[in-house]
């Protein structure tokens, strides 16, 4: 949740100028940020989308899910993509517009721009990847809403949804020489030799906290977020 911005094409993100606040939870799904769920959701009530839209009046929502989410979850009512792609596919479809609309409802005459950010490759299922990126373009393109293709910036030129654990270095990345990991062959690590999902290169926790380390995964997925914000008005 964002409040006003203005930066430059290339943003860093804190270049955006903006009073930020997240409520991440680890396992989630769209579900679980729907007001209604109860005590299915692993989001508690005072940080459901449309809570938080009421109490921070933002500009912006950015909405970013990844990885393991849909088969740990019980707001999914057990539906998982690896039992019922089908199934799966229009639930998702449904609880996106569920949460579109509680999230306008919520902002009434200020209602915020949502930012969906489309996922980055998954080694193990790339197809359901695709489809639920497509997803989130439909129903942005529905509400006037936008889409950060920030998943883009961590998958190969040309091969979108192919998963790899190196990139060659970018220009930024080659400027600050700390988010450019092999220098010596050109490329920068996005994940960990055994952790294939996530984008910080300190091992995880059980305690979910911030990544105490420079992933370059993490700040190119920041960046994209970033600039979109950047150069889309507030709605």
Same mark, same amino acid.
């Given at each position: ?29 769209? !579900?679980?940020?729907?007001?209604? +769920?109860? @005590? ?24 970013? $899910? ?8 019980? !707001? ?12 799966? $596919? ?78 060659? !270095?970018?220009?930024? @990345? ?5 988010? !450019? +990991? ?16 996530? $984008? ?36």
């Amino acid at each position: 949740m964002t409040g006003p911005s203005r930066t430059g094409p290339r943003a860093h993100p804190r270049d955006l100028r903006a009073t930020y606040t997240s409520a991440p939870y680890s396992g989630t799904t769209l !579900c679980d940020y729907l007001e209604g +769920t109860g @005590e299915k959701s692993l989001v508690p009530d005072r940080d459901k989308a449309a809570a938080l839209v009421r109490g921070l009046r933002p500009d912006y929502v950015v909405l970013q $899910f990844w990885g393991n989410a849909w088969g740990y979850t019980w !707001c999914m009512d057990g539906i998982s993509h690896d039992a019922s792609p089908q199934k799966y $596919f229009s639930r998702y479809r449904a609880d996106l517009r569920r949460l579109t609309e509680q999230i306008a409802d919520a902002g009434g005459a200020k209602r915020p721009r949502i930012v969906w950010v489309a996922q980055g490759p998954d080694p193990i299922t790339p197809d359901r990847v695709r489809r639920v990126n497509e997803l989130y373009a439909r129903q942005a393109a529905a509400s006037g809403d936008v889409v950060a293709d920030a998943g883009a910036t961590v998958a190969p030129e040309g091969a979108r949804y192919s998963w790899v654990q190196y990139l060659p !270095c970018t220009a930024y @990345e080659h400027e600050h020489p700390a988010y !450019c +990991t092999q220098p010596d062959r050109d490329r920068t690590a996005l994940h960990l030799d055994k952790d294939y999902l996530h $984008f910080c290169l300190a091992p995880t926790t059980s305690t979910p906290k911030p990544c105490p380390v420079r992933s370059p995964g993490i700040l190119r997925i920041a960046r994209e977020i970033t600039r979109v914000i950047a150069r889309t008005p507030v709605g």
